[in-house]
C-alpha cells in the first residue's frame, strides 16, 4: 500500500512541466513531486531556489523522489519557460475592478481537452505561497488559470493547488480532447509574438498608461484561441506591418 509500479507515464504528460517559482517551504516542494507522479508527470522546475533538498523534501515525496532528483533550477521565470510552447500562469487572487486587466481566468477543465497531444512542450506555473505570482510573472504567461474556491478563503495550498490541475489535466487527457486541429506555437515562434505585439504596444498613437494593458489584452486574446502555427505566423505579419508603419510615420502619444 502506498507503493509505485514502474510502468511508463503517459505520453501526453511528457508535454508538461510544472513550475514553481520562489517556493518557501522545502515540505510544499516534496508534496508538490508526489503529486505530479500520482498523475504520471515527471518534470520539475524551480525558480529562485536552488538549495540541495534536505529530508523535509524527500519524505514528502514519498516514492516521487526521482523526481526531486530530475528537477532543473532557474534564476528566472523567462529561462525557465524558453523551451515551452505555452506557459500557462496560475492564481488565486481574483481582483475587481480595474485591477482585473491583468486576470482574465479559465477553469482547470477548460485547458487539458483543447490541447492536443502534439502542440509542444506547456508549462504551468504557481506562484510562491501566500503572495502568489506577481503582475510581471503573469504577463510571461500566455493564458492564466483559477481554481474555484470559496471566497471567504480562496488561497490553497500550493501542493493542493498543484494536485487539483494535474488531477484536471489527467482526467480530461486520459478520455482524450475534443477539439480538433488546435496547435500551440512553437517556442521561437512565441518569443517573435510576444515581441512584436509588445513592439505594437510601444508604437501604437494612444496614452503611455494604457500601453501594457493593450499588450497584455492582444497576447490573451490571441493566445486564448490556441492558434495554429500558420494562424498565428498570419497575425505576426499583420502585427509586424502595423508596428512597422507606426514607426514609420504617425507620432504616438506620450501623456
Known sequence: MGSRSFESTPEWADQL???????????????VARCMMNFGITDLRIVGRDEEFTEIARKRAKHA???????????DLKSSTSDLS???????????GDKTQ???????????????????KIGIVFGPEGKGLLNHELRECEILVTIPTWEGYPIMNLSHAVAV?????????????????????????????REE?????????TQNHRRKSIEDTL???????????EEISRILSVITSAAD??????????E
Open 219 to 229: 497576447i490573451r486574446v490571441i493566445m486564448r484561441g490556441l492558434p495554429k502555427e
Open 197 to 205: 505585439v509588445g513592439r505594437l504596444s510601444q508604437l501604437a498613437p
Open 86 to 96: 505555452l506557459v500557462i500562469g496560475t492564481s488565486g487572487k481574483r481582483e475587481l
Open 165 to 193: 490541475i494535474c488531477y484536471s489535466w489527467f482526467i480530461n487527457s486520459e478520455s482524450g480532447g475534443s477539439y480538433e486541429g488546435l496547435r500551440v506555437i512553437s517556442p521561437g515562434l512565441r518569443r517573435r509574438f
Open 65 to 75: 523522489n526521482s523526481i526531486l532528483e530530475e528537477t532543473s533550477f532557474h534564476d
Open 245 to 254: 508603419a507606426f514607426e514609420e510615420g504617425t507620432p504616438h502619444e506620450s
Open 17 to 31: 512541466c510544472i513550475i514553481l517559482v520562489r517556493p518557501y517551504h522545502e515540505g510544499n516542494i516534496g508534496a
Open 102 to 120: 491583468h486576470r482574465h481566468f479559465l477553469l482547470p477543465e477548460e485547458m487539458p481537452s483543447r490541447v492536443k497531444e502534439d502542440t509542444g
